[in-house]
């Protein structure tokens, strides 16, 4: 497929994380260069439930990260309600989040971070590329990395 905008990175992909309370996302998101893209706080209909887009705009493109719920019962979505409010999110999920300078965030942010939130400091990796992995307040595992070309 031809890439229609050469040199950045292109997805499609959505990533959806349920959560309790938006501005913790908001803060804590904020300390990696995201901020509100849209908010909406009945999810485009009569819920009480709201949706959330933070965005991230870097060299090597956009990462916006979608956040449905704000409040403790989004723990009762359908899929979810079988499931303790306690079990911890993202289990056995890494999020990964290319960025253009890896090593500069990772000095922006280190000495914000809580020992329990970082869960590998930065590192060169095996294959030749430096990360860093964090844990949100929400228990979601994030690695934030410089670009490996998987082909996109």
């Given at each position: 497929m031809n890439n229609p905008n050469p040199g950045k990175v292109t997805n499609n992909l959505v990533i959806e994380l349920h959560i309790p309370n938006f501005q913790l996302a908001r803060d804590f998101y904020s300390m990696f260069g995201f901020t509100e893209f849209r908010y909406d706080p009945v999810s485009g209909g009569n819920s009480d439930l709201g949706y959330l887009v933070l965005s991230r705009s870097d060299e090597i493109g956009e990462t916006h990260l979608n956040f449905y719920g704000d409040k403790e019962k989004v723990a009762q979505h359908s899929h979810f309600r079988d499931f303790s409010p306690n079990t911890p999110r993202g289990y056995a999920v890494e999020i990964t989040i290319p960025v253009s300078d890896v090593k500069k965030l990772w000095e922006e942010v280190k000495n914000k971070l809580t020992e329990k939130q970082i869960a590998q400091p930065l590192t060169l990796k095996r294959w030749?590329?430096?990360?860093?992995?964090?844990?949100?307040?929400?228990?979601?595992?994030?690695?934030?990395?410089?670009?490996?070309?998987?082909?996109?």
């Amino acid at each position: 497929m031809n890439n229609p905008n050469p040199g950045k990175v292109t997805n499609n992909l959505v990533i959806e994380l349920h959560i309790p309370n938006f501005q913790l996302a908001r803060d804590f998101y904020s300390m990696f260069g995201f901020t509100e893209f849209r908010y909406d706080p009945v999810s485009g209909g009569n819920s009480d439930l709201g949706y959330l887009v933070l965005s991230r705009s870097d060299e090597i493109g956009e990462t916006h990260l979608n956040f449905y719920g704000d409040k403790e019962k989004v723990a009762q979505h359908s899929h979810f309600r079988d499931f303790s409010p306690n079990t911890p999110r993202g289990y056995a999920v890494e999020i990964t989040i290319p960025v253009s300078d890896v090593k500069k965030l990772w000095e922006e942010v280190k000495n914000k971070l809580t020992e329990k939130q970082i869960a590998q400091p930065l590192t060169l990796k095996r294959w030749n590329k430096w990360d860093f992995r964090i844990v949100d307040p929400f228990g979601f595992y994030i690695r934030f990395t410089e670009l490996v070309d998987w082909g996109q």
